[in-house]
Every structure is written in C-alpha cells, then in structure tokens.
RNA sequence: GCGCCCGUAGCUCAAUUGGAUAGAGUACUUGGCUUCGAACCAAGUGGUUAGAGGUUCGAGUCCUCUCGGGCGUGCCA
C-alpha cells in the first residue's frame, strides 16, 4: 500500500517533470514514512520540502502542485498538505484488510523477502578463545549475532554463520600449561600456581580428566618443571614467566604428550563453549580452526605477498607490517623477534580466506575493546590487494555486570565472571536472548543481576508471549463453547473490522515485512523487538476493550472475521519470536 | 596526551536513520475481573535530550568546543 502511494507520487513527479517545473534526477528523493501521529494520516512525504530549496520554490506550493497531480485512486481517502510542506496520505478504511488474508496463506513465510537476493553473506560472531566457559559478555554477542543472520536470511541473504577457534597460539600454550600444573598438583606436587595461568575451577576438572585417563604419565617434579623460571608478577615479569613455563612443558613432555595434554584442554572447552551455544538456540554453519590456516601455510602464504609488494620491513629483530601506510595509527609487528607469527598474522590469512571463499560481503561482529583493530585488518586487506569495503564490523558495547549495586568484574584468566550458561539457567532462555537484543549494539547495557533474576516475570518477553498465548486460549475456549472457525467467512467479512483497534492492528500487522526488512539494513535486531512489543500492546488493548467486548462474538460473520484478525496477530507473532531466537508457547 | 563508543523522565532504554507535539517499560497515584487467562487493560505524575555555539525550511540525530563515563592506545589474543 506504501508502495501504492509511493507509485502516484511518482506519476506525479513526472508530469511536473515534463512541464519542466523538477530536474529529472531527484526521483531518489521520494521517500515514504509511516506516520508517528495518526493526525498525521498513514503515510507521510517529505519530498516538496526537500526538492523545494532545489528548484527555488515554497515547499508548500510546490507540495500543492504535486498533489493536484496525482492520479485518483482506489485505497486513498484523501491527501492534506500539512506543516511546512509534508504530504499527507489518508488510506480509505479497510484499505489494507487483505493483509490478513496474506498473512494466513503464507503463515510462516509472512515477512520474508520472497524474492531472495545472490548477496552473499559471511556472518563471523562470539569467536570466544576456547580457554574458558562463555561467560555474559560473550551471550551477548551471541544473542546478536544470532538473530542479526536470521534477520538477513528472511531479508532473502544467503548467510554462513561461523565460529572461529583460536586454537593455536600463546593463549592455548597458556592453557596447556595451566592444566598440566593443575594436574601436577592432583599428582601430589606442591605447584605455586602463575598469575598469568587460568585460574578458573573448569581447569581443574580438565586436569581431573586428564589424571583420571592417564594416571601419572605426565608426572615431573616441580624442581624441574620451575627451573630457569624468571619470577612471577609483580616484582618479576609474568610474561616472561609464563612463557619459561611453557618452554619447560614443552622440553620435559615429548611432543605427543604435550598435545595430549593441549587437546584436552581445547576439546573440552570447546564442546562446553558449542554446547552452551546449542542450548542459548545459536547454531553454526562451521568452526573454523585457526590451526588449520597455519598448518596449511595459508599464513606464510599473506606475509609472503605482503613481503613482495613491499609492505614488510624488519626493525629490532621483528618484521612489522607498515599498516600505518595504508590507514592505521602505527605499524605493527606479524613475527617477533622471537620468530613466532602475532594473533594479527593469522587473522590477516583468516580475512583473505573468508574473501577468497566468494563472499559478497564479510560481517564481522567484536567486542568493543577490539575497536582499535579495525583499521588493521582493513589495511591488511588493501595491501593484499582485497576489497576492504566488503568487510563490515560491528562492535558489541560490553554488557556490565551489576551484582548487588557493585559492578562485578569479568576476567578469565582470573575466574572471576558470570557463565552465559549460569545467566540461562537463572533467567531462562527466553528472557535471556530477548534482554540482551533490546538494545542496539554499541549501547552500553547495564545488566544487574538481581533485577533479572528477581523480576525475569516482569521481562517484556513474556508480555509478547502472553499475548501468543492468549489467541491459542481463544480458540480453545471456541471449541468449548462448540462454536466453528470458518476462516473463508471471516475472510469475507473483514469489513466488519470496523473498530479503531482493529483498524490499528490491522495497519501494524501491515508493517511487519517493511519493519524486518528495515531491522536487517540496519543491523538493529532491536527494532524487531520493539515492534513485538507494539504489536502485543495493541492486541492486549483490543482484547480488553470495553466497546469490542469478545472477540467470540456471536454474530458468526464477525466473529470469524475477528478470528482471522487474532490469528494473523498470532501468526506475525510467531514470526517475529522464531527470528529472535525466543518460544512462542500456546499457554503459560 | 591521542583514537573509538556513549550521555535522552528517579531507574533501564526507544525515537522510522535529518521530520511534525521526544515515546515505552519500571517506579509512584488512581480505576477496571458474575467466567474469550488480571503475566492484562485504562488514566495520571514525571524532560532546558550533559552544556555552549554552528549548519537549514527543520537537529536528540550532522559539525566545533567544553564537561562526564566506558574502551583502546602490546613483539597479548
């Protein structure tokens, strides 16, 4: 119907076109609003007031001449000039009723682009390191980064979903020796553990593990496995600290038993981590292992071009990347001095590999602290000769935890944070996924942990659901009063629709493909949300209004009628709910 | 110091991406269940959009500065 009015306008904009009155080149300037006031009638355009700087004329008079335009129409009660210039369009009642009709044939598709577009979308998201259990931060990249691919996918995108594993690295040697010093300590080893190690109790179930299969094969005194170990933090380096320790692991294991040790830290981590997603309703095409670009030479591979076309240079026994050449604050080094490749050299290789995989466009989704990073790869991207502007970033501000008015830290390392997995079972799903997608990304989100835990009844989610629920108690309360649903009979007596209430829903109901297609363009999942919500308002009122009475009325025409309307409101719903990753139950 | 993000009702957040009188939830005050579920509805109180300039028909939104908060500024990942 937007589209309707939009077309006339255009018909519009072209007659004052041949009488020489606009340029031919400003028919992008046609843009149809939905009306906050309903004053305001339905539709709302701006285009007198900005074509009108342009051709030297009162907005107004010109948006005059645009409407003694247009050509009459069927739907369109009426159209007023209002403000300093808008055109205002006015639908005849009952203009859009056949929405409803739409909704009940394509039920579960409503809102989906049908159409479907060859633009490829590559969706990167959460990427936690595999050296700990998620914790609240990470849900909400993952509540995110979740509902932003279905949002693309009913947009008509292709969209493949995937989880990058650092599995290879300093961090993972860090892991490998947190373990095994845990599980010289289950041996009987008196271990002062490194403040640089994961401190976390889920290493110790690991060593646990690792004890329990292979009894004492890894054994080593403690002399040994701390000798030539520079002091630990603070007076010392820990750094330096933790790396003679992990020299020390890897001299006194063989190298099998070092993987041993090393996997079984990751593969426990990394099914705790998978499974945590599964529950949370976040699904992957693929988990793409770090290791793999380094065993497959992909990354000497990037530094080797980037050495021919010359973006390599070597200072103080390091090779640096000139970034700073190419957009970034500073260069930075891709091997150090100690020969080993930076997290940056892999994930150059990584970008290339996701660009070369034929993807129109890369989506990255990052924790906010990682903002800095930005520039580089864009700039690791250019110099490889890629197209840098097919990747697209989105910084997830940090959720800050509030526990008992005190803000609680989230470290890691120190094992000291809330799970996502602890988060779900005090909250429940549901409430979980729908919290942490209210808000747009690069809002800062205050997450207070008694308030969620406290009043999860009073979470906007279950308001949404309730209004689902309460059309499925409708129609069983239907079959109790042994009355029939005729759908066909509703569907012809939809201009019995008469009420302001359904006249609103029925509009609302009409703004669901528009709003999914908006929420995905902007990458906004809250928007969704928000409309839910609306939508579920403007049932609730319906449902309660004292003039509609029952929606079970007993004159079969309009009852069937309304029937429809709730189960169009059901199904949109429905709808909705499934993209977000929430339930949509029949009672409650 | 420099860079990025943010600042909207007591609190948590929206605002159709530059549109018309800045809206919801929550809290507080009031009214509504003799049966389609009250996890609901209706009404009210609550604002110098941190502050000051600027751009234009029009600014919470864009530009400049100031104040306040978060993050970054590693040969960590």
Not at 316 to 333: I, P, T
Not at 413 to 429: D, K, M, T
């Amino acid at each position: 119907m937007k589209d309707h009015f939009k077309e006339l306008l255009l018909t519009a904009y072209k007659q004052l076109q041949q009488q020489g009155l606009i340029p031919d080149d400003l028919e992008s300037s046609i843009k149809i609003d939905n009306t906050r006031n309903s004053a305001h009638g339905d539709f709302a355009c701006n285009m007198a007031l900005a074509l009108a700087k342009k051709i030297g004329m009162n907005p107004r008079e010109l948006a005059q001449r645009i409407v003694d335009s247009l050509p009459p129409s069927d739907s369109i009660a009426k159209v007023e000039i209002a403000g300093p210039g808008f055109i205002n369009a006015f639908l005849k009642q009952g203009a859009q009723q056949q929405v409803i009709a739409e909704i009940l044939r394509q039920k579960q598709d409503y809102g989906r682009c049908k159409a479907g577009t060859k633009h490829k979308i590559h969706l990167e998201f959460v990427s936690a390191n595999p050296t700990g259990p998620l914790h609240v931060g990470h849900g909400r990249g993952a509540a995110y980064g979740a509902t932003l691919a279905n949002l693309l996918t009913a947009a008509g995108h292709p969209v493949h979903r995937e989880y990058y594993v650092n599995d290879a690295g300093r961090q993972m040697d860090i892991l490998a020796v947190s373990v095994w010093l845990r599980y010289l300590d289950l041996c009987g080893e008196e271990v002062i553990f490194p403040t640089n190690g994961y401190q976390g109790d889920y290493i110790w179930d690991i060593a646990a593990s690792l004890h329990r299969e292979h009894a004492e094969k890894f054994l080593h005194p403690f002399d040994t496995v701390y000798a030539n170990v520079p002091a630990d933090g603070p007076d010392g380096d820990k750094e330096a600290h933790i790396d003679a320790l992990i020299a020390n692991c890897r001299s006194l294991l063989t190298e099998e038993e070092y993987r041993t040790v090393f996997s079984q830290g990751l593969t426990e981590i990394t099914a705790n981590i998978r499974q945590d997603l599964e529950e949370f309703g976040v699904h992957y095409d693929e988990w793409f292992a770090e290791s793999s670009l380094v065993e497959s030479g992909q990354v000497d591979e990037v530094i080797d071009s980037l050495q021919r076309a010359g973006h390599l240079y070597e200072k103080n026994g390091a090779v640096w990347f000139r970034s700073s050449a190419l957009g970034d604050e500073k260069d930075r080094v891709v091997i150090r001095e100690n020969g080993l490749k930076t997290y940056l050299a892999t994930d150059i290789a990584y970008h290339a590999n996701k660009l070369k995989r034929g993807y129109d466009e890369i989506i990255d989704i990052w924790g906010a602290d990682h903002h800095g990073y930005v520039p580089r790869v864009k700039a690791s991207m250019q110099a490889l000769g890629l197209d840098d502007s097919k990747l697209e970033v989105l910084l997830v501000q940090f959720a800050i935890l509030y526990r008992g008015g005190e803000k609680a830290q989230m470290s890691t390392r120190a094992g000291e944070f809330v799970s996502l997995r602890q988060l779900r079972h005090e909250v429940g799903n549901d409430a979980a996924r729908f919290f942490y997608v209210l808000r747009k990304c690069e809002q800062h989100m205050d997450f207070d942990l008694d308030l969620a835990k406290s009043q999860s009844k009073d979470n906007p989610v279950y308001y949404i659901q309730y209004a689902h629920a309460r059309v499925c108690s409708v129609l069983q309360k239907l079959q109790q009063k042994d009355m029939e649903y005729d759908e066909a009979q509703g569907l012809e007596n939809l201009g019995l629709l008469d009420t302001d209430y359904e006249q609103a829903l029925v509009i609302r109901l009409a703004q669901y493909p528009e709003q999914l297609l908006r929420a995905a363009q902007a990458r906004e999942p809250h928007q969704l949300a928000y409309y839910l919500r609306e939508l579920a308002n403007e049932f609730h009122t319906y449902y309660n209004a004292k003039d509609v009475k029952k929606i079970l009325d007993e004159e079969d025409e309009r009852r069937n009628a309304r029937l429809c309307l709730s189960l169009a409101v059901r199904q949109v719903i429905a709808n909705g709910l499934e993209l977000l990753g929430v339930s949509a139950p029949e009672s409650m």
